[in-house]
């Protein structure tokens, strides 16, 4: 089948390329021919007379003018078009030098058409734009053309020093929060951002289209969420509004794997397949979702595997419906942190109490362009010393050398706020024995809005939210706009009854 394909294309450019050939062949003759030829010319006026054309462009055309050549070949025009039709495919170093020929050829014409324009309204008895626009339309048309040739040539120029210097083509990135199954687009107009691990509870809203902050609220032990800012009425079926809670750092584990490059599909099977030794909870008891990280190595990808428990979220997300509040998300807030930090070189990336308790930290390894390994340290209270950080760090880096990839010793990289550097950077510095580069950590407030901006944008169902939740809190909302109209309708009746 492909051989009768290319067979087929290469008799269509043979014969392209010979109705080319004729039709410019023919203008030629025309151009050379017709000049000399004055008996030829009258008998084209006559004809162009009959046609009832206008007298004045009649008049007008002399044998010198180039626009007679164009309207006085019409078989060559249809030899032409049909040639180029049949050659527009054809092979990349034959195609560059037929449509620069063309490119050419098309762009002296408008250039001809426009001179005879300006001549024609130079004379001493100047003719008018409605004269005229027959002959200004025509050339601006054959300067398209032309133009349209000229970047046929630069794109195969392209395409040939591509196809020689044997570069192939990059993949295209996986996006992860757009698969091709369970896709489920919807546009938001808010989205809120609920901090509610910490005592203090956090409520950041905002605008679902720049993301800009419209409103932030803390909530103390005692006090309620605020109601208007959280909750969800009719007005929400017309600016539909997404609920985003943040999970207590602590239940989450994070695993980083190195897979082929492959479809989004065929990346969450092979999670799947990978998910027992992966995950510290049996998988029939864990919510789990996944982002895929670029890799330096072509037919690489880099997945960051978020796990967890069943039932933590399940706790969760009822103490979140105790305080009124229905997550449509979940997510995890110290993946913004890291997935914005600016990695420079080969080296650790070590971000304290990130899991929200002391003399906790993770230390995220890049190497090689690539996030190979995400560790925790976790010490005893009061056990924040230089020995026992050092006797961790250590058995990080034997486990790096093992698998091969420390190839260096690492650079070292603090990713905290000023009272907890204070403390750790003395006692990492000691450790590691040598210096260490100091980061300023994302505020609360930005980490927020990168995970509505997440959020807003995700349209798969692969997520850390179960979906008998999801199911069973949209349910509740269509039920209470239900009997809310229905105690609306009654209330109503009473009142006219009286």
Known sequence: MTRMKQEKKLWKQ????????????????????????????????????????????????????????????????????????????????????????????????????????????????????????????????????????????????????????????????????KPSRNRQKTSFALCNVVDAAAAARRVWQFDAGKFSLNREQTSYPGEPLPARMIGKD???????????????????????????????????????LQLEKLSPVPVTQIVWTLHVLPHAAEGMQTALVVIVARNVVEEFLGKLEGQGYTADRLEVSFLEQLLVTTIVGDGAWVYPEVQGAKNTAVVVWWYGGVLRNLDFILLPPGALTAANLRDQLRQML??????????????????????????????LRQAVETSIDAVAPLNSQAAAALSARRAVGSETKINLMPAEFSTRYRQQFVDRLWMRGLLDSKEKVRIESR
């Open 234 to 272: 009719w007005r929400s079926l017309f600016q539909q509004k997404l609920n985003v809670a943040w999970l207590p750092p602590e239940s989450v584990f994070l695993r980083v794997i190195q897979l082929p490059k492959a479809s989004l599909d065929e990346t969450i099977s092979m999670v799947e």
């Open 398 to 427: 034997w486990a790096g050398e093992l698998e091969g990839w420390i190839t260096a010793p690492p650079a070292w990289h603090l990713v905290a706020g000023d009272s907890v550097a204070m403390e750790w950077e003395p006692v």
């Open 14 to 177: 043979v014969l392209g390329a010979l109705f080319i050939a004729i039709a410019l062949a023919g203008y030629t003759i025309s151009f050379v021919g017709l000049a000399k030829d004055r008996a030829k010319f009258e008998q084209l006026q006559q004809k162009m007379t009959q046609l009832h054309v206008n007298s004045a462009i009649v008049q007008a055309l002399a044998p010198q003018s180039p626009a007679l050549r164009v309207i006085d070949s019409p078989v060559a025009i249809g030899f032409l078009l049909v040639g180029i039709a049949w050659f527009w495919n054809a092979s990349k170093r034959v195609g560059i030098w037929a449509y620069g020929i063309l490119g050419v050829y098309f762009t002296a014409m408008s250039i001809f058409l426009f001179i005879s324009v300006f001549r024609l309204w130079r004379r001493p008895q100047p003719l008018g734009f409605d004269v005229l626009w027959p002959f200004i339309i025509a050339a601006a048309v054959f300067l398209g053309v032309g133009i349209l040739f000229f970047w046929r040539t630069r794109k195969l120029m392209k395409q040939l020093v591509k196809a020689e210097s044997g570069v192939p083509d990059l993949p295209k990135p996986i996006v992860v929060q």
